[in-house]
């Protein structure tokens, strides 16, 4: 929009705007609008409109009624909630979502802040770029192909763990990792930290270069070691990114969409031998609502889970504000 200034009488410049229609205005940013109202369809279409789907939670719904039905359906109000909460398997479900997601979270999430400290303080630039290419590589690689690799390397018959593990006298007979339920949470939290530390990285470096490098200098001139300068400048600078990051990880506990897709790695690592301990609440619901087509009882689950993490992402944020005057919002 064209704007022009002019004196007025007590000569303070005043803004003076133009009067051009808006459709004129908006045929010259045809282009940009063109890419912003795209965004906004795929949005509306495929993230709120889906959000009408949320009645079926409380109606017996039928797959047979169609898209009509999810208006029309006879409203049955908490029963589905109830039922899932009287279930057998709700405890172990429960347990198994909160343990996995509280793991990853303790373990997976220092490890992007810590790699984006020792790059930060890498001298050789070729060394730098290697190990940051090669850590977040694995965050493009699907979970089917992790999975597939996971199982290769774990093997009882030929897996390279167990060959060398045999080979050097640690055990006497191969373990079965992908079937023990025992082994379970570990084998999640290990491979969440392989494929997703290194693509949050990314964020914790950006972060870092946004430091003004007079404060390194000036530390260094005081004679600040190395440590000191990470623990006095760089770990408070970057302190707001750190709280951020964790109000939406803390949020996204039961989906693990921050530290690794609970649901991908659960579905595809499960086995009804292990299922004691990979059952979660995002596998339970696809396979009450496809499996079984049980959608009213599956869309109940999900909008619990959903409801859960928006309490969580509101209480971790107004915790963060009351102790770091940081917050998300």
Not at 133 to 138: A, D, E, G, L, N
């Amino acid at each position: 929009m064209k704007s022009e200034i002019k004196k007025s009488s007590e000569n303070i410049p005043v803004l003076k705007t133009s009067k051009r229609p808006v459709w004129k205005r908006l045929k010259s940013q045809e282009f940009p609008q063109l890419f912003v109202w795209s965004g906004l369809i795929v949005l509306f279409l495929f993230h709120y409109l889906p959000m009408f789907g949320i009645l079926m939670a409380f109606k017996d719904y039928s797959i047979n009624e169609g898209i009509k039905g999810i208006f029309t359906s006879e409203w049955v109000g908490l029963k589905y909630f109830k039922e899932f909460f009287n279930d057998y398997q709700f405890e172990r479900i429960i347990k198994n979502t909160l343990s996995i997601s509280f793991l990853k979270l303790i373990f997976t999430f220092p490890v992007p802040i810590l790699l984006a400290l020792m790059l930060n303080e890498a001298r050789n630039k070729y060394v730098k770029r290697i190990v940051q290419t090669t850590s977040y590589f694995p965050h493009f690689i699907s979970w089917v192909v992790v999975v597939g690799l996971v199982s290769v390397f774990l093997s009882t018959d030929s897996g390279l763990i167990n060959n060398l593990l045999l080979k050097f006298g640690i055990i006497k007979e191969p373990l079965a990792f992908m079937s023990d339920p025992d082994k379970f949470y570990s084998l999640a939290v290990l491979t969440a930290m392989w494929k997703e530390a290194g693509w949050w990285t990314i964020i914790f470096l950006a972060a870092i270069s946004g430091i003004d490098p007079s404060q390194y200098e000036a530390a260094e001139m005081d004679g600040a070691g190395r440590l000191r300068r990470i623990w006095h400048i760089t770990l408070p600078a970057i302190r707001g990114t750190i709280i951020v990051v964790l109000i939406l990880a803390i949020g996204s506990l039961l989906g693990g969409g921050l530290v690794g897709s609970n649901f991908e790695q659960a579905f595809l690592l499960g086995n009804p031998v292990n299922a004691e301990s990979s059952e979660i609440l995002q596998t339970y619901a696809f396979k009450m609502g496809l499996a079984q087509g049980r959608y009213s009882y599956a869309t109940a689950i999900d909008l619990l889970q959903s409801i859960i993490a928006v309490i969580l992402i509101f209480g971790s944020n107004w915790l963060a504000k009351k102790t770091t005057k940081t917050g998300l919002f």
